[in-house]
Structures are given as structure tokens and as C-alpha cells.
């Protein structure tokens, strides 16, 4: 078993599949930008950075994974990802099979963002002993992930789902133990890595 853990945690960073992900999350994040367009054209000035979150959490590991191909890392970046891509996809998935519940049906669209973001999610988990982000990262990290919360739920700049807006409070409610949740997880994260040898691609 640790010897299969072993290559698949060689196979992750194996240049090519990098590449190959590169390319993967940067079309995820130009699409996720472009599905955002119609919120962000509506949306005051002063809140569009904090509008279209699972695209931006996909470009934060993009940058992760260009820097990883061209031996380079960004402890910040790394945690910025890390948190914001299990928040967010997780996040996604629960909201569409709320839907789901709600109304009783998603169509392909929905269950293809169910996929989408529960990848999203997936991957940064795997990547979990690739990380070499510390403490300050991911104190800064939880700044900018709650700072969004309260943007969302008190400046009303969430995602809109029209068929869940009666349950907004409680989504709110959610998502900030969702975000500490995933803050924690990167504290832990940051205490089992932080005397790791820097990563290594093949």
C-alpha cells in the first residue's frame, strides 16, 4: 500500500500530467469566469473580485501548477488554493444537490458543476503532502477566505441560486463553518508538512 501511495503521489508530479492539469483548470477557470458574466455585469465595482469564487480558487491552483512546472512555488498561493478549491467545490456540490432537492431536477448542467466542482475539491486533496505552505500563509489565507464570507452574506454578493434564496441565513450559517472547516485542514496541513524536503518533478 505505501509503495502504490508512492507512485501515485510520484505520478502527480510527473511533468506532463502537470501540464496536462495546467491546461485543465485554466479552461475550468476561463469557463467559470464566463458563467459568472451575467452576476459580475450587475454587480457594484467594489465587490466583482469576490463574485466569482470557484473560478477564482481554480486560478489560484492554475498558478500553483504553472509555478510547480517551472520549479518555482508560492507559499501563499498554495494555501490560497488549497482551501478555496475544497470550500468552493464542495460548496458547489452541496448547492446543486440542494437544488436538486428543491426543485426536483439540475438537468446535465447541474450534474456536470456537481463533477466539476467535486474534482475541484479532490484534486487539492490530493495534492495534500505536495503543499510546503506554513502558518502565516494560511492566517492569511483564513483573512481573505472570511473577509469573503461576510462580503457574501452580509453585502448579499453570494452566488445566485434563485431557487435557494429563502435559505440564504442558513447557507450563510454553512458556508462560514464550511470556511473554518477548511482552514483547519490547512493548519493541519501546514504542521505535517513543515519539515518536508521541497517537491520534487519528474
Known amino acids: 500500500m505505501v509503495e502504490f ?18 491546461f485543465v483548470n485554466l ?8 458563467w459568472y458574466g451575467w452576476q459580475l455585469r450587475i454587480t457594484e465595482p467594489i465587490f466583482l ?43 458547489a456540490v452541496v448547492m446543486n444537490l440542494l437544488t436538486l432537492l428543491q426543485t426536483g431536477s439540475i438537468g446535465w448542467l447541474g450534474w456536470m458543476l456537481v463533477a466539476s466542482h467535486f474534482a475541484m475539491a479532490l484534486q487539492a486533496v490530493l495534492y495534500f503532502e505536495h503543499y510546503r505552505f506554513g502558518y502565516l500563509s494560511v492566517a492569511l489565507t483564513a483573512i481573505w477566505t472570511l473577509h469573503n464570507d461576510v462580503i457574501d452574506y452580509v453585502f448579499g454578493q453570494m452566488p445566485i441560486y434563485s431557487s435557494l434564496s429563502e435559505f440564504s441565513a442558513q447557507i450563510g450559517y454553512f458556508t462560514f463553518w464550511l470556511s473554518i472547516a477548511c482552514i483547519a485542514f490547512a493548519w493541519f496541513t501546514a504542521s505535517q508538512n513543515r519539515h518536508l524536503e521541497p517537491r520534487r518533478i519528474s
Open 27 to 34: 479552461g475550468g477557470t476561463i469557463y467559470g469566469y464566463i
Open 5 to 22: 501511495t508512492a507512485k501515485i503521489s510520484a505520478w502527480l508530479m510527473f511533468r506532463p500530467f502537470l501540464i496536462l492539469l495546467f
Open 49 to 91: 473580485i469576490f463574485v466569482p469564487d470557484s473560478p477564482t480558487a481554480s486560478l489560484f491552483f492554475t498558478i500553483v501548477l504553472g509555478l510547480w512546472i517551472i520549479g518555482k512555488h508560492s507559499p501563499l498561493i498554495e494555501a490560497l488554493a488549497f482551501v478555496t478549491l475544497i470550500k468552493y467545490g464542495l460548496w
